[in-house]
């Protein structure tokens, strides 16, 4: 995703500098282990374009509280920085992944054994702090969202080399995995903040909305660009058994049948030699010629759209001003 433009909200870049200070904090080695030490600026070197921060600061921009709760805000969204990052940890472990963000994996330079350590680390670093910070109903909401993450983990590892696996298996997965983060984001801004019922509503939903939009965007860069944003190379999410929407879409429509083949040829247990990149080239052709890309695409869309529509109902002003922007970079090019 291009950056978002911090300077069209006032005091916006400086929010997400608090953040970052309080990401530093709560990341600080207090053992004197020289390792822990490395692993731990490791992390907090590797970056991030903060967009869960950010939809957790635009929200706390709605409620009566703000500015008072500004502080608290740039607390919170640290913690959901670091959610995050715990789970990239883990996720890089699962994926054997060398590289992301065009820098090494902390499973790739310190083992796997300590990136194991090390997510586990971030996450307790977090109860700390939320306990601390006495966010009792911020803490059950993450708890409870880590939980989703988790699900959403399992469920796409069980279904994963299956074929059948229906497409509301694969939005459940999704939800769980990425989504349900920008929902208490968002649920977390809105409640620091002390928006109404309804506000607080309308924010979840475009959370919910722009999680979809993130991930269904993530799965479709691996099928349509050489390597994606994070440095995945193309075609690795099918060739390691995790069917996303352009190929279930593809495999539940006419053309469905050959790729259902292929994937079995290069799924485990297959018999048959085969050339990858021939195989892979057939998979793009059926693709596009099933529109597997192109529904992908539309669904994209399709979110966008309803978090749009959603933003229109909420009073005129800086934040949907900032949540369009939002919407626009992440769907540009779908
Ligand atoms: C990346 O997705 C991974 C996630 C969005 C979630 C990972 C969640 C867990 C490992 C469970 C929760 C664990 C903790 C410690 C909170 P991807 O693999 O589709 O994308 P990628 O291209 O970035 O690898
Ligand atoms: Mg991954």
Redesign the pocket.
Known sequence: MASFDKNKIEGLKDDLKLVDVYVDEYLRDESGHTTLRSVLSTISATGGKKVRPLVLLLSGRLGPKWPACRDRLCKMGAAVEL?HT???????I??D?PM?RRKRTVQSKFGKEMAVYA?DFV?SRIVYYLFKEASIEAGMLLAKT?ES??C??IGQYAGSYDTEAPIKDYLSNIFG??ASLFVAACAIGAMESGCDKKTSMILRQVGEHIGYLF?LR??LL?VTSST?S?G?PVHS?FING?YTMPILHALHHPGGGRLRELLHTIGPGAEVSYNIEEIEKEVEDILNSSRGIEFTRETIRAHARQAEELLETLPKGPVPQGFLEILELLSAGS
Do not use: F, P, W, Y
Request: aromatic share 0%; hydrophobic share 30%; with cysteine.
């Open positions: 959610i715990a789970s990239l940890i883990h996720d890089d699962v994926d992944s992301r997510g996450l880590v993450m988790c959403g983990e995995k990425t991930q993530d799965d691996n994606s994070e995945k999410d995790i």
